[in-house]
């Protein structure tokens, strides 16, 4: 079980804060606050999950928390993405995930990225089948999509695993 007293250690923070910081140049709209970067990267960073699954990706900032979260604790990372659209929903000339490919490329091979409309909570199944150990959702909070994708999800959670949390969106 995830200890979140463990998740304010000062290494975590600092790290956490360092990446936050260099994703700041670039204006990322709608990118996580630096709580939500400390909670993210501490978290695979102590669970050190085999498998992750992101669901809403946006600028990519939360996937190069994931997988540098879960390196720096010495795991071996697998993160499979999902997001309905191609491109940034604010700024259109950007591919989803744009961040990760450009200011973290040695992420790539642990990376898989789906996107499209047809990225739904049954293609998230035919690739993550089971053992996910961390599965962060942060997709619209407009909807209840992102419950549905939270439900569609469990079965393939490893026993231990989180099996996930929303941020709530900020207003």
């Given at each position: 079980?995830?200890?979140?007293?463990?998740?304010?250690?000062n290494?975590i923070?600092?790290?956490?804060?360092?990446?936050?910081?260099?994703?700041?140049?670039?204006?990322?709209?709608?990118?996580?606050?630096?709580?939500?970067?400390?909670?993210?990267?501490?978290?695979?960073?102590?669970?050190?999950?085999?498998?992750?699954?992101?669901?809403?990706?946006?600028?990519?900032?939360s996937?190069?928390?994931?997988?540098?979260?879960?390196?720096?604790?010495?795991g071996?990372?697998?993160?499979?993405?999902?997001?309905?659209m191609?491109?940034?929903?604010?700024?259109?000339?950007?591919?989803?995930?744009?961040?990760l490919h450009?200011?973290?490329?040695?992420?790539s091979?642990?990376?898989?990225?789906?996107?499209?409309?047809?990225?739904?909570?049954?293609?998230?199944?035919?690739?993550?089948?089971?053992n996910?150990?961390?599965?962060?959702?942060?997709?619209?909070?407009?909807?209840?999509w992102?419950?549905?994708?939270?439900?569609a999800?469990?079965?393939?959670?490893?026993?231990?695993?989180?099996?996930c949390w929303?941020?709530?969106?900020?207003?």
């Amino acid at each position: 079980m995830l200890d979140p007293v463990k998740l304010i250690d000062n290494e975590i923070v600092e790290e956490a804060s360092a990446l936050y910081k260099r994703a700041a140049s670039f204006n990322l709209k709608g990118a996580n606050f630096l709580g939500d970067a400390i909670v993210i990267f501490g978290a695979a960073r102590l669970l050190k999950p085999q498998i992750m699954c992101e669901v809403g990706v946006a600028s990519g900032l939360s996937s190069v928390l994931l997988l540098e979260g879960c390196l720096r604790g010495g795991g071996d990372p697998n993160l499979y993405a999902y997001d309905t659209m191609d491109n940034l929903y604010y700024d259109t000339s950007k591919r989803v995930g744009f961040y990760l490919h450009q200011e973290a490329p040695h992420l790539s091979k642990y990376y898989q990225l789906h996107t499209g409309s047809a990225c739904n909570a049954a293609s998230i199944m035919d690739h993550c089948k089971s053992n996910i150990g961390l599965a962060y959702i942060d997709a619209s909070h407009a909807n209840p999509w992102a419950a549905l994708d939270v439900l569609a999800l469990l079965p393939a959670m490893e026993p231990g695993g989180i099996s996930c949390w929303m941020r709530l969106a900020s207003t």
